[in-house]
T-cell receptor, first 115, second 115 residues
């Protein structure tokens, strides 16, 4: 049972354009959401997070949107750069843990930013 | 953030043997975790490494197969016991930090191939 889903295994975007990565979840207990970027042969790198009390969080070129009623979140990257080419994972943490623990990860979306 | 190192970075092992993976953090942290990423799959939480007590394992993972030590607040080990080819994965440790926002930071991973 995949509780966190990233239905697009890959995405190709032109440099300078917006990249939109989507993530859906099924567990209503999830309260805190994170996005990670992963390059080959490296561990995931934290990008941005959002708690369920917000519907938007912004950090530089990265913005995460949360739609709790739809159990959907998205990561927007504007403008996209070639260095953004990586696999992006969304992850979710349940409320009762009180911390960013017991993360459940999605299957990842491979983003390719082309010149 | 935290600087996390893992040893070894990669290994090739024979079936039936065991491998111990080390995780070192540059600061004291309360919560450390071990994850597995099987080929083409997402990250799956194996266990939470608790300092001074037994690790807390997720469903599908048992102590006999994945014994974990956490002797202090900066170090942990994960042993993959009696290995089979199905254990070929990337094993990652992570730590949870609170610095304005809750997040988990990951080590670079240990790439294991079991023949």
């Amino acid at each position: 049972d995949q509780q966190v889903k990233q239905n697009s295994p890959s995405l190709s975007v032109q440099e300078g354009r917006i990249s939109i990565l989507n993530c859906d979840y099924t567990n209503s207990m999830f309260d805190y959401f994170l996005w990670y970027k992963k390059y080959p042969a490296e561990g995931p790198t934290f990008l941005i997070s959002i708690s369920s009390i917000k519907d938007k969080n912004e950090d530089g070129r990265f913005t995460v949107f949360l739609n709790k009623s739809a159990k959907h979140l998205s990561l927007h990257i504007v403008p996209s750069q070639p260095g953004d080419s990586a696999v992006y994972f969304c992850a979710a943490s349940p409320l009762y843990t009180g911390t960013a623990s017991k993360l459940t990860f999605g299957t990842g979306t491979r983003l390719q930013v082309t010149l | 953030s935290a600087v996390i190192s893992q040893k070894p970075s990669r290994d090739i092992c024979q079936r039936g043997t065991s491998l111990t993976i080390q995780c070192q953090v540059d600061s004291q942290v309360t919560m450390m975790f071990w994850y597995r990423q099987q080929p083409g799959q997402s990250l799956t939480l194996i266990a939470t490494a608790n300092q001074g007590s037994e690790a807390t394992y997720e469903s599908g993972f048992v102590i006999d197969k994945f014994p974990i030590s956490r002797p202090n607040l900066t170090f942990s080990t994960l042993t993959v016991s009696n290995m089979s080819p199905e254990d070929s994965s990337i094993y990652l440790c992570s730590v949870a930090l609170t610095s304005g926002q809750e997040t988990q930071y990951f080590g670079p991973g240990t790439r294991l191939l079991v023949l």
